[in-house]
């Protein structure tokens, strides 16, 4: 099942400071729910994994991430990621980022992923799996938002009780109940648009 991302967001920070912490897979691997970095192997080579909670099913995918490109000047990095289910499903994908400042001030973050995804979770359908996928690249980029911003004002670094929470398998079900109320919601105007 092939799935599509694209996020938009906006940081009150330097782009020198946002390309610095994108760059840096310790911190990154913080702001996704369910995620935790294993190994570093070289510069550009980072095994980890990632647990996802939907119910009474677990999905744990254990994997590698690298990156692709690197262009410094155009701040805009390219990784892939591939992943191995203990069930049997597989992941893989592509992302890339790309920072620039902001007319109004900070930066914006503009992000593109794709994912090839097999396994347990496919029970779902592709349109709940889409949607929860949506939800939590939102709260990446909600949480990467959250920290450089407290950052820039001085606040002290997360807690490392507060960085394994981060680490706990990620709970689906209010991203699915998201989806659901993002789905009716949509329905609803379509309904209400055509009168």
């Known amino acids: ?41 070289g510069d550009d080579t980072f095994l980890g994994n990632i647990k996802v909670k939907v119910g009474p099913i677990t999905a744990a995918y254990k994997g590698r991430v690298r990156f692709t490109k690197v262009d410094h000047e155009a701040h805009a990095i390219e990784m892939t990621a591939e992943g191995t289910e203990a069930g049997g499903g597989t992941a893989s994908g592509t992302m890339t980022s790309r920072v620039e400042t902001s007319p109004e001030g900070g930066t914006q973050v503009y992000a593109e992923a794709t994912a090839e995804v097999t396994g347990r979770v496919m029970q779902f359908g592709r349109g709940m799996i889409q949607g929860i996928s949506e939800q939590m690249f939102k709260q990446f980029a909600a949480s990467i938002t959250e920290r450089l911003e407290a950052v820039q004002a001085g606040a002290p670094a997360a807690p490392a009780a507060e960085v394994e929470q981060q680490q706990r398998p990620i709970n689906a079900i209010a991203l699915v109940l998201r989806t659901l109320w993002a789905g009716i919601v949509g329905l609803v105007r379509r309904l209400f648009g055509r009168r």
Do not use: K, R, Y
Request: glycine share 2%.
């Open 1 to 41: 099942m092939a799935i599509s991302l694209n996020q938009t967001f906006h940081v009150n920070a330097p782009v020198d400071a946002v390309w610095a912490f994108l760059l840096d897979p310790q911190q990154v691997v913080t702001c996704m729910p369910g995620a935790a970095l294993d190994e570093a192997i």
